[in-house]
Nanobody, 126 residues
């Protein structure tokens, strides 16, 4: 079993930056890609970004491209992925989820992600 523990988020002003983290532990039997999704109030959950295991490859939704970045930290005890969100707008408000897939890198389909964090709320006030 893999556990994804999220932290970060909160209430920020438009134009501010926030960094979310997602720490994986448990039966990490293979490398995985780590995706980020968000759900705005009253809307369906949508793809935000995905990063490869070694951080060499990343993909972003058009709505966040150029403002969001991914970084990683790999260690023997814990692996952590970060989503740096800059120049936030009210459109970025929502619950952000990280999710891991052991199948392949590059998928934006939620059904292909096997493990999910509980989500963290980011509220951007304008």
């Amino acid at each position: 079993q893999v556990r994804l523990i999220q932290s970060g988020g909160g209430l920020v002003q438009a134009g501010d930056s926030v960094r979310l983290s997602c720490s994986a532990s448990g039966s990490l039997f293979a490398t995985y890609a780590l995706g980020w999704f968000r759900q705005a109030p009253g809307k369906e959950r949508e793809f935000v970004a995905v990063g490869s295991w070694n951080g060499d490859s990343t993909e972003f939704a058009d709505s966040v491209k150029g403002r969001f970045t991914i970084s990683i930290s790999r260690g023997s005890a814990q692996n952590t992925d970060y989503l740096q969100m800059n120049n936030l707008t009210s459109e970025d408000t929502g619950v952000y989820y990280c999710a891991a897939t052991f199948r392949k890198y590059g998928s934006r389909l939620q059904d292909e992600f096997d493990y999910w964090g509980r989500g963290t709320l980011v509220t951007v006030s304008s």
